[in-house]
């Protein structure tokens, strides 16, 4: 599986999005075990708090329905 470490000010500007809206993403993200804390990375000034870096799955299958993918998998017959 190819991953990518990155933090989240990072991530916000690979995918074109506000840092508010990407955090809560990356938290959603390591929800469901697509994105995963990895450390800290100290500030390049050596000032301030340091930046968690995650790690991200390239590709990841979101099911957002579990209960209906279990229905396609074993259909039930319906009378006419």
Aim: proline share 5%; glycine share 6%.
């Amino acid at each position: 599986m190819i991953t990518k470490k990155m933090t989240v000010s990072e991530f916000a500007t690979a995918i074109k999005h506000d840092y508010q809206t990407t955090a809560a993403f990356v938290k959603v993200l390591v929800g469901i075990g697509a994105a995963r804390e990895v450390g800290k990375r100290a500030q390049p000034s050596g000032r301030g708090k340091p930046s968690t870096e995650y790690e991200f799955d390239n590709e990841i299958d979101l099911v957002i329905w579990p209960e209906l993918v279990e229905v396609e998998k074993n259909p039930v017959e319906v009378e006419k």
